[in-house]
């Protein structure tokens, strides 16, 4: 009866969700239900179809061979693109930690102390908003222009707010308003001149939340957005926007463990096996991801 004074999901034009779901994904979302991901000892063959999508996902995105051959792509299915968001915002923070204790000779309490941030377009999603807010991170935010580039971040002016206690830069693969496409293949550019001229190490995370399944399947006129450019570090996607998931389900993909992922990783034993998780819960259903 409660399900009965929502509204109806085809009607809904303002979640960036896909409504629509054939018998065959319910039938699947409902055995997914009752496998929780939180123990790969229990439910290997569950990982292994999610180990599957993010090797895919990785191949669409060009992310470069696992170091050891055989192994895994570096990546995570997520409660949502906002998840995903989260994950590639601590490991680089984590990553920019690291750089910045060893360059001024601190120790972990005092480089504890100094907060750090990001910089990125003012077209952001939702999902930055809590980033900043729960994991102490500034925002520094970069006006785009709609009259000059169509709601694009400049390059120029993105990378211009970069300083020391910057983590990363974040491009945004389709944004909200119009889902222009900003110039990663620029700022990659420009990224790369900073660092060299002062001595820093920033990367870039793509949000592809809307045009992570959009970009790799049309012509992009020979421009580069994903890991074929050497400084993008991590990118993330939304399933249930055009990943055509009615499940809300998101998507985080890492260049590599050393450095990176391996800065969120937890280790776990005491489950029945060994496996490592990446992800903010332990618990969640396999019909998601």
């Not at 991901?37 to 179809?49: E, G, N, Q």
Request: aromatic share 10%; with cysteine; glycine share 8%.
């Amino acid at each position: 009866q409660a399900h009965l004074c929502d509204f109806s999901p085809r009607l809904n034009t303002s979640s960036y969700v896909n409504v629509v779901s054939e018998p065959e994904e319910r039938d699947v979302g409902a055995l997914g239900a009752e496998v929780n991901l939180a123990d790969a000892s229990v439910y290997p063959a569950s990982i292994k179809i999610h180990d599957r999508v993010v090797d895919m996902i990785a191949k669409k995105w060009h992310a470069p061979e696992p170091a050891v051959k055989g192994d895994n792509y570096v990546g995570a299915g997520t409660v949502g693109s906002t998840e995903a968001c989260l994950l590639s915002g601590l490991a680089l923070k984590f990553r920019w930690r690291e750089w910045y204790k060893a360059k001024h000779g601190m120790t972990d309490e005092q480089v504890q102390a100094v907060k750090p941030n990001i910089v990125i377009s003012s077209a952001y999603q939702a999902a930055w908003e809590k980033f900043f807010r729960y994991f102490d991170v500034d925002a520094k935010l970069v006006k785009a222009s709609l009259l000059k580039d169509k709601m694009a971040i400049n390059a120029k002016d993105l990378v211009s707010h970069v300083d020391e206690k910057t983590i990363g830069v974040v491009c945004i693969l389709g944004n909200h308003y119009n889902g222009v496409f900003d110039p990663v293949w620029e700022v990659n550019d420009e990224i790369e001149k900073v660092n060299a001229e002062k001595g820093f190490q920033v990367g870039i995370h793509v949000d592809a939340a809307s045009g992570g399944f959009i970009a790799p399947f049309i012509d992009m006129k020979g421009l580069k957005f994903d890991f074929r450019l050497k400084n993008v570090l991590t990118m993330s996607t939304s399933g249930h926007k055009f990943g055509e998931s009615v499940c809300g389900t998101g998507w985080v993909i890492f260049r590599q463990r050393e450095d990176l992922s391996s800065h969120i990783a937890v280790s776990v034993t005491y489950l029945g096996g060994h496996c490592d998780s990446i992800t903010l819960n332990f618990s969640r259903p396999a019909s998601g991801p």
